[in-house]
């Protein structure tokens, strides 16, 4: 009888992670790895003290050059990586420094990804070739200081003047502000809320450094400012759209999940809907709802997944007349389920194709 001799004792890998990658997901890692050894770790201590990033833009175009700013992306000078390999990617920026990740995911997963996701194709031609190389850095503006990161209670607007759109408000905590070429900015108009590019030498937008920051000191935050900012129409996301209840999609189930966003004060008459896959007792939807029917909501729709009967009985207490759809994911939850047949054609219709 012969026995198999495990392998040596890894320290640098204890559980044997590395079996489950492949050889260009370790090459992947091991060249950021090595660049972080040979290009952040000897000076991150001193960024870290004077609680900033020098040279910056310059660090950001050899991260385009190593394929990393907006790596998932396909298509417009992107890499088309899978997300293990941008996991592991962001895993070895975020050991070397947070905010030296903080730098690369605000460009690639979200000034980026925004565009990508949301934007026109001329859009898409005009900002994501350069931002991809690092020749043009991205910022996100979404959180605000007095709100922080609630679409719902967004105080920055967006007004319409003529063809063109007037932006005016303030943004916190933004990664890659000051330094930025372009900013994706969320403001709220009263078609709810709209994604907007905001090129930063626009007339009207200023961004200030942030200092004595406590963490994220190895990085660049900065605070926007937007005083009649004036852009043309073509500035809007066409598809950065989010009414009473907005939906982002899952990349993986295809299922919609809510997203609430800009709720008028004045419901009254408005139809609404809301997506969840996963009610189970309905606690979170009940104060939801609660803050549509104080708002004068009375035509509710529910999409959901599974509502056990006590999340139900809740609900239905909480808007009298909303109308569920619901949907077991697994035969066992049958008898805790309402069951209707074609939930997923439903949402498709509503929100186009999975």
């Not at 050059?65 to 592991?88: F, Q, T």
């Not at 979404?142 to 709100?147: A, H, K, M, N």
Request: with cysteine; charged share 20%.
């Amino acid at each position: 009888m012969s026995t198999s001799t495990p392998p040596a004792f890894d320290p640098s890998d204890p559980l044997s992670l590395d079996t489950l990658l492949s050889d260009d997901e370790i090459a992947v890692r091991d060249t950021v790895r090595k660049f972080c050894a040979e290009h952040v770790t000897p000076y991150v201590a001193d960024w870290f003290e004077i609680g900033d990033l020098p040279g910056a833009r310059d660090l950001a175009k050899q991260f385009g050059e190593l394929g990393l700013l907006g790596m998932h992306l396909h298509g417009y000078g992107c890499g088309g990586a899978s997300a293990v390999h941008y996991g592991l990617a962001c895993l070895e920026l975020e050991a070397a420094d947070s905010g030296i990740r903080s730098l690369v995911s605000v460009q690639g997963s979200l000034a980026m990804f925004s565009i990508y996701n949301n934007g026109s194709e001329e859009q898409k031609q005009r900002w994501l070739p350069g931002m991809a190389t690092g020749e043009l850095i991205g910022c996100f503006g979404l959180t605000e200081p007095d709100v922080g990161s609630d679409p719902a209670a967004m105080q920055t607007r967006a007004k319409r003047d003529g063809s063109d759109w007037i932006l005016n408000g303030r943004k916190m905590w933004i990664t890659n502000g000051t330094i930025a070429d372009v900013a994706v900015v969320w403001a709220a108009t009263d078609d709810g809320i709209r994604g907007f590019i905001v090129p930063t030498d626009t007339p009207g937008f200023a961004a200030h450094t942030i200092h004595h920051k406590l963490s994220l000191r190895a990085s660049i935050t900065s605070e926007l400012v937007l005083d009649d900012v004036r852009l043309p129409a073509d500035a809007l996301l066409p598809e950065a759209r989010v009414g009473f209840v907005g939906v982002v999609r899952d990349e993986d189930t295809h299922l919609p999940v809510p997203y609430l966003a800009s709720l008028p004060t004045d419901l009254t008459g408005q139809p609404v809907m809301v997506l969840d896959p996963m009610l189970a007792t309905g606690g979170s939807m009940t104060h939801t709802l609660g803050v549509l029917v104080d708002r004068g909501a009375t035509d509710i729709t529910v999409l959901c997944v599974v509502v056990a009967p006590e999340g139900l009985a809740a609900l239905e207490k909480t808007a009298p007349g909303v109308r569920l759809f619901t949907a077991a994911v697994d035969e066992r939850l049958n008898e805790d389920a309402y069951i209707v047949p074609g939930l997923g054609d439903a949402g498709d219709r509503q929100f186009g194709p999975r």
